[in-house]
């Protein structure tokens, strides 16, 4: 299957490095740019992109506000690319429905990485921004927690799948520790996000800490260091 990728940046330089990185994959080829958040919508809407890769600051609509759009047509997954790892735009992001969220100083090979993690239903975070995570969890300095609303309709395999992305598992490492296939995992993970009212994978599993339904460090038996998928 080909990625389908656009491009959000105000930076025509960084649009065209991005773009040459990404030529280079054969799974992956950029259909779209956009200079500013409401441009992104736009292109959204008419190229349904897989992928969208989204700068946090931009001029009008910034990114964080453009991923909330976005997110919520459905049908596109948001990885935000930024140079900047502040908590107000890691937590804006991630509530807003991104995927992932990684900083322009990652290799080019990470980052076709993480756009093939992102398009089959995983998430993605920085090395920089899980630790900033689990140490505004350890702190408790994190922002305030949404209601988790629908928590009680889980059942009990899907419980243990959130508790699974709470602690930083991919799709494929969520199939291994419950001894289940990753189709059964796809499913099971859609429906958690249905019945919490969540966007993403990623905010799911900051809801399971905020909940306490995990600890704040990933289990040990993740399979992969704390830059893997999460």
Not at 110 to 135: F, H, K, W, Y
Not at 151 to 170: N, P, Q
């Amino acid at each position: 299957m080909t990625i389908r990728v656009l491009l959000a940046d105000d930076h025509s330089a960084i649009r065209a490095g991005l773009a040459m990185v990404l030529d280079g994959a054969d799974d992956i080829t950029v259909v779209g740019e956009a200079a500013d958040g409401n441009a992104a919508i736009r292109q959204v809407r008419a190229l349904r992109p897989d992928v969208v890769l989204m700068d946090v600051r931009m001029p009008g609509l910034d990114g964080i506000a453009a991923t909330r759009e976005i997110t919520a047509l459905g049908g596109c997954q948001v990885l935000v690319l930024t140079t900047f790892d502040l908590d107000e735009y890691v937590y804006g992001a991630l509530r807003a429905g991104a995927a992932g969220f990684l900083l322009k100083s990652v290799e080019p090979a990470r980052l076709v990485e993480a756009i093939r993690s992102v398009a089959a239903g995983d998430g993605v975070l920085a090395p920089q921004v899980t630790r900033t995570l689990i140490d505004a969890f350890a702190a408790n300095s994190r922002p305030e927690p949404a209601p988790p609303t629908g928590l009680d309709e889980l059942t009990e395999r899907e419980r243990d799948v959130l508790e699974c992305l709470g602690a930083g598992l991919s799709n494929a490492q969520i199939a291994r520790k419950l001894m289940i296939g990753e189709t059964t995992v796809k499913t099971h993970v859609s429906r958690v996000l249905a019945k919490l009212g969540v966007r993403s994978r990623v905010q799911a599993a900051i809801l399971a800490s905020e909940i306490g339904a995990v600890t704040a460090t990933p289990h040990a038996d993740t399979g992969g260091s704390s830059s893997d998928p999460t």
